[in-house]
Antibody
Framework: QVQLQESGPGLVKPSETLSLTCAVS????????LSWIRQPPGKGLEWIGY???????VYNPSLRSRVTISVDTSRNQYSLKLSSVTAADTALYFC??????????WGQGTLVTVSS | QSALTQPASVSGSPGQSITISCTGT?????????VSWYQQHPGKAPTLIIY???KRSSGVSPRFTGSKSGSTASLTISGLHTEDEADYYC???????????FGGGTKLTVL
């Protein structure tokens, strides 16, 4: 059974870098696709990007200049970094298996608030 | 790339059928048979219910049906149950740089 668990600071200051991790179990971390998706409070879903086979990354063009997705195979976890954050980056951040448009397994999400 | 267009809300009574539309363009829904639908209950993560336009995810009730015509995909829920009340999102492949283009979401109310 695939399980995903996001974690990271719940509060980030404007202009700083948001850093989250996604711990996985029940799947091979060195293969397949893992995406990050976010949802601002009360709003819809936005695909952020994915990493495939621990090597290839594809990012949402609207976020590409600020996003980095990577994998730490020794810790069995993925990471998301989003730089130069603003209040518009306040959202519930999910990790999910799949590269889109089908995302099969999801974590429960972690809320990140950008505020000074 | 602009988000796919969904109605903000739809409603129906138990036992009735409803359809949620998801309108895109010739660059996404109109070009690829890669449309998924998600159900999201309040405070929960989304769950995949339909993929590749018409295929139901494992364990999903046959009351949920996906279809597509031109640049518009649709999700039909027949025989509404109260537990179907949730937010529904469509998502389409829109090319290698945008494999996951979401709609704005539709709130389904079961009256």
């Amino acid at each position: 059974q695939v399980q995903l668990q996001e974690s990271g600071p719940g509060l980030v200051k404007p202009s700083e870098t948001l850093s989250l991790t996604c711990a996985v179990s029940g799947l091979s971390i060195s293969s397949g696709y893992l995406s990050w998706i976010r949802q601002p409070p009360g709003k819809g879903l936005e695909w952020i990007g994915y990493i495939s086979d621990s090597v290839t990354t594809v990012y949402n063009p609207s976020l590409r200049s600020r996003v980095t997705i990577s994998v730490d195979t020794s810790r069995n976890q993925y990471s998301l970094k989003l730089s130069s954050v603003t209040a518009a980056d306040t959202a519930l951040y999910f990790c999910a298996t799949g590269g889109g448009p089908s995302f099969n397994d999801w974590g429960q999400g972690t809320l990140v608030t950008v505020s000074s | 790339q602009s988000a796919l267009t969904q109605p903000a809300s739809v409603s129906g009574s138990p036992g009735q059928s409803i359809t949620i539309s998801c309108t895109g363009t010739s660059s996404d829904i109109g070009r690829y048979n890669l449309v998924s639908w998600y159900q999201q209950h309040p405070g929960k993560a989304p769950t995949l219910i339909i993929y590749e336009v018409t295929k139901r995810s494992s364990g999903v009730s046959p009351r949920f049906t996906g279809s597509k015509s031109g640049s518009t995909a649709s999700l039909t829920i027949s025989g509404l149950h109260t537990e179907d009340e949730a937010d529904y999102y469509c998502c389409s492949y829109a090319g290698g740089n945008t494999p996951g283009l979401f709609g704005g979401g539709t709130k389904l109310t079961v009256l």
